[in-house]
């Protein structure tokens, strides 16, 4: 006599291989997409921190005289270091230069506000698709920045940050000024310069 399975045992095993795998991938797929967010954040930041070195060391120490100093200099001097592909002088939403954006309800910092980033500030794409959004171009070096562009979530604090030069510490700040972070608890949680302990975001 031959052994093998009947068609009811097939289907059976085939139910339940499809019932495991449909519970497992989404865990999957989040695990890849969060391995994916990791280093577009350490690329940004590994980018962004050797644009700014650069600069450092071609101005010396004019940047530590006092806050505010050479501000206006240094955001030129960054996105000029950058490899930008297309600037958006004003309407970023409308010509397709920054998506629409989860948590930008913003009250204190005007120029990070909806409206300002949708409709009156300038937006950098660079060449690896990441969106640069300054807060005032010709006062204090602070940005938003687009870890992964116009591709999902968009959401402040998981692919959208707050960049500010610290003069005092002659180093890039992931956390900026605190724009994204207003309210008690704070409403975005994470930042770049937490992406070596990013898996306890």
């Known amino acids: 006599m031959k052994k093998a399975f009947t068609l009811a045992e097939v289907l059976i095993t085939l139910g339940i291989i499809g019932v495991v795998a449909a519970m497992t991938l989404p865990v999957l797929t989040q695990k890849v997409e969060k391995a994916i967010l990791k280093n577009q954040i350490k690329k940004a930041y590994s980018t962004l921190s050797q644009v700014q070195q650069k600069i450092m060391f071609e101005w010396g120490d004019a940047l530590s005289i006092s806050e505010g100093f050479g ?5 030129s001097a960054m996105i000029e270091s950058m490899k930008i592909i297309r600037k958006c002088e004003k309407n970023s939403l409308a010509q ?51 870890v992964n562009g116009l591709k999902g979530p968009n959401k402040a604090g998981y692919d959208l940050f707050e960049v500010a030069f610290d003069s005092l510490d002659k180093r890039l700040e992931f956390r900026g000024k605190s724009c994204l972070n207003q309210g008690n608890p704070p409403p975005v949680q994470g930042g770049l310069d937490d992406y070596k302990d990013i898996d306890n975001w």
């Open 71 to 75: 501000y206006k200099e240094f955001n």
């Open 96 to 146: 397709g230069c920054v998506p629409k954006y989860t948590g930008l309800n913003i009250t204190q910092c005007f120029g990070f506000s909806e409206n300002a980033v949708y409709n009156t500030q300038p937006a950098y794409i660079l060449s690896d698709g990441e969106i640069i959004i300054p807060y005032n171009e010709d006062w204090r070096s602070l940005w938003l920045i687009d």
